[in-house]
């Protein structure tokens, strides 16, 4: 893995910080994009783990009452870790979207 510089860093850091309004798109050309064709998942793999893991009746009641249509119970659990880690881990991003879907509805 390569070492990002303190530089990179704080440019990183800028960037992140900068409200979505501030960024120049003007130098992209607009081409609306048909996502619904699109496949996610197909090259990446996260490598999975088998562990034990104790929770209590509450949670895994919870859990299995709120399946999607063809979700796994350790699915929706690694779902729900997944999101409060990145909720943890990027708080900023989060928050921007929060505000951006909370614009929306009004």
Known sequence: MVKLTDEQKAMLEALE?????????????FKPIDWRKAKTGLFYRP???EITLKLDEYVIDWFGDNLKDGQELYEAVNQALMDHIYRV???????RAEEGAN???D
């Open 89 to 95: 881990r990027f708080p900023k991003r989060v928050q």
């Open 17 to 29: 910080n900068m409200p979505d309004e501030e960024i120049d798109y003007s130098d992209i050309p």
């Open 47 to 49: 490598v999975k783990q």
């Open 103 to 105: 614009r929306t509805q």
